[in-house]
């Protein structure tokens, strides 16, 4: 597989996972209302309908309703991660077992079968 679909696989999931996906939406109805006021009134006056909040699209809607969604989720698992976080476990220490402590020495070099190369090598492997 690719690093470049790979790369944007990473990119598009942790746009997903950080909410970036309500930005670009938000984005989009913006540039939308913008375009529609523009339309019937000075650019000056559709800057000013489309932020004031007062005007809002069905798209704005839509993504105000997501985030409120989302925020109340993110509450939820909070609060259960907590419980099970405090929940209380009994925990027993053992004291180490003194055999653990000996020490096994490894094994002799004298215990080695191979023998050296004959005649020995002129030159060094690089």
């Known amino acids: 597989m690719s690093s470049r679909p790979v790369r944007w696989l990473a990119v598009v999931t942790l746009t997903f996972a950080l909410g970036g ?3 670009i939406l938000q984005s989009v109805a913006w540039m939308t ?6 339309q ?6 559709a800057l000013v309908k489309t932020f004031d909040g007062e005007h809002p699209c069905p798209i704005c809607k839509f993504v ?5 969604s989302e925020q109340k ?3 939820q698992k909070l609060l259960t991660k907590l419980d099970f976080v ?6 027993g220490l053992f004291p180490p077992v003194s055999e653990a402590f000996h020490f096994t020495p490894p094994p002799s070099a004298g ?5 050296p190369p004959t005649p020995p090598p002129r030159t060094l492997p690089v």
């Open 73 to 75: 989720q993110d509450t």
């Open 86 to 91: 405090l929940a209380s476990t009994t925990a």
């Open 64 to 68: 105000d309703k997501g985030k409120k």
């Open 111 to 115: 215990a080695r079968s191979d023998i």
């Open 21 to 23: 996906h309500w930005a």
């Open 33 to 38: 209302m913008v375009a529609g006021y523009s």
């Open 40 to 45: 019937t009134a000075p650019l000056k006056e």
